[in-house]
């Protein structure tokens, strides 16, 4: 004990502190410490390298035909890549979303934060985007990646045949919003369960219907474009209402009841 | 100033605790004993606006726990017997990223930072990530995250639950040290030493009531009502037991075994300044050489046991015997 403690000086009148700046601290911290995490950079890492592998080893003798039939087959295959590349990143941020309150709270990592004069609304919403954002840095490294191995492999020229513009664009629209989708609803349900198993059991059943949703969604495309493009605003609109419906249901008091 | 009404918390049909009240004055610790399961968590977790009671109320430093939980918390600091750190980060970082939610300006930031990593002797790890520290150094940075707003109130629960002994002393010592800071303190606790040392009025709960709330001192005297004494003699007691047992107001004398010296005597007595000087006398009067005379009511554990060895209801306990802490209302009431 080197100093003396000084008499505490209790504030005369308390000021609530601003939500969105209290949201921001936690989700910074957060996010940081997801993205940090070992596990988390050896599996992007591995996905990455996959992606590197199956772009050159099954695009690559498709994008050397000529015929219109080869051309179609490669271009599915790079769209396919393409969610591929955006979506395994993202489907490992889901996995740790699902610990950002059961897994914290079986750490005993919750309740300092809880007892905070934060609001509900700045923890929640901190919670939710530190989980998010992971999510959607590493899809953004694995898209980038992506289109610098499509243009480095193959050529622009190439790359940009394979890839309609309207439809890579709405795919590339589409990515955020189901990892927002996921991480929101894995947050959602690490929210509200009492242990991190529990919320990885669940979780791994989101994900499941995660893809299968997606592969309706992907359909959705071969009925038209403007389809597509409604399914992928539908999505943003899923996920705003999720998260501002949980936001707004979502007390300290339960998660401390549950302990 | 923590001051509870009739506080009761009830999660369904379980009632947790039930009609809890006393105070709990600037500069004062107050224990919390009981078994696990008792409301010792759910007491704290009310009064650090965690949990609204379901019926009942608590002022904790100015402000009420069910109109202005934020405000509140914003006055109060916990520790649990988990640290729960965010444990990638290092010690500067986290006590900043709390005190940035506890909305501490920059520079008070790094000056209560330097403060606390100077007082909890945590200035050379400074650059390390909290993951490779002891139990007991993740314990002071939990301290040290509880303190880094100045709160008025501290609720320490179990805060040295798994440590070494000498971080627990460590832990015991800052505790003192606030409780002269004049903060107000609660500790919930299984040790009862530690109560007994630290704490200046102990409350035991059971099923969520409290069945007994005095000083530690009065705990005791009031339990038992007895005192034992023993006797340390130079060579053997020249009295035998029959003239001992013949003095008035003295019970059960015996002589104890004492690891080659002569055996030491002891005795119960409930009227110390009547019967000791007679025993005293006759002693001396036959020749006895006294090394010592010490006096002790029953412990702390003696008094955990007999209070919990009763049914709700029986034991009611006055808590007048120190100012700093009252008891409102008792177990029955």
């Known amino acids: 004990m080197n100093t003396e403690i000084t008499h505490p000086a209790a504030r005369a009148t308390y000021r609530q502190p601003a939500t969105l700046r209290i949201a921001w601290l936690i989700a910074r911290r957060q996010a940081v410490e997801a993205m940090r995490t070992r596990s988390m950079v050896v599996m992007v890492g591995f996905f990455l390298a996959l992606q590197t592998v199956m772009l050159w080893v099954s695009l690559a003798p498709l994008m050397q035909g000529k015929s219109a039939s080869t051309l179609g087959l490669a271009s599915l295959f790079a769209e396919f890549y393409l969610l591929w590349s955006a979506l395994m990143p993202c489907t490992l941020a889901v996995g740790v979303a699902a610990g950002v309150f059961a897994g914290d709270k079986e750490r005993g990592a919750l309740a300092p934060l809880l007892v905070t004069p934060a609001s509900n609304v700045a923890i929640f919403a901190g919670k939710v985007l530190g989980s998010v954002l992971p999510a959607l840095s590493y899809t953004l490294l694995g898209v980038i990646l992506y289109f610098l191995e499509m243009a480095l492999f193959f050529g622009l020229d190439k790359t940009l045949v394979v890839l309609p513009f309207a439809l890579t664009t709405l795919i590339l629209v589409l990515i955020p919003a189901i990892a927002l989708f996921g991480t929101a609803v894995a947050s959602v349900i690490s929210s509200r369960v009492s242990t991190f198993q529990s919320a990885q059991t669940y979780t791994s059943i989101l994900l499941m219907v995660l893809w299968f949703g997606l592969a309706g969604l992907i359909f959705t495309a071969s009925l038209g474009l403007w389809i597509f493009a409604g399914a992928v605003l539908a999505v943003y609109i899923l996920d705003i209402l999720l998260i501002w419906i949980a936001a707004a249901t979502w007390r300290r008091e339960e998660v401390m009841a549950k302990q | ?333």
């Open chain 2, 1 to 333: 100033m923590i001051e509870a009404q009739a506080l009761t918390r009830r999660f369904g049909t379980f009632t947790a605790v039930s009609q809890l009240s006393f105070r709990v004055d600037d500069g004062s610790i107050l224990a919390i004993l009981g078994p696990n399961g008792a409301g010792k968590t759910t007491t704290v977790r009310m009064l650090a606006g965690l949990l609204a009671p379901s019926e009942g109320d608590a002022i904790v430093a100015g402000y009420d726990i069910r109109r202005e939980p934020a405000a509140v918390r914003a006055c109060v600091g916990l520790v649990t017997d988990v640290p729960g750190l965010f444990e990638q980060m290092t010690v500067p970082a986290y006590l900043d990223f709390f005190g940035s939610i506890y909305g501490l300006s920059t520079s008070e930031r790094g000056r209560r930072i330097d403060d606390l990593l100077a007082l909890f002797e945590l200035n050379d790890h400074r650059k390390e990530k909290m993951a490779g520290f002891s139990k007991g150094m993740k314990q002071k940075v939990a301290l040290a995250r509880a303190l880094i707003h100045e709160p008025a109130v501290l609720f320490l629960d179990e805060p040295t639950s798994g440590l070494d002994p000498l971080s627990a002393r460590t832990v015991r010592e800052l505790i003192v040290q606030l409780k002269h800071a004049s903060r107000s303190i609660i500790l919930c606790t299984h040790d009862l030493d530690e109560a007994e040392r630290l704490a200046d009025v102990v409350a035991i709960v059971r099923h969520g009531r409290l069945v007994a709330c005095d000083a530690p001192a009065a705990l005791r005297e009031q339990a038992s009502g007895e005192m034992l004494v023993k006797i340390e003699f130079v060579d053997s007691c020249p009295l035998p037991l029959d003239a001992l047992q013949a003095i008035d107001g003295i019970n059960a004398p015996q002589f104890q075994p004492a690891n080659g010296l002569p055996p030491v005597l002891e005795y119960h007595t409930a009227r110390p300044r009547e019967a000791n000087p007679r025993v005293l006398t006759a002693l001396i009067t036959a020749g006895a050489q006294i090394i010592s005379v010490a006096c002790e009511h029953s412990s702390l554990e003696d008094v955990y046991a007999s209070v919990m060895g009763r049914r709700t209801g029986e034991l009611v306990l006055d808590g007048s015997a120190n100012g700093s802490v009252a008891v409102l209302a008792q177990e029955g009431e």
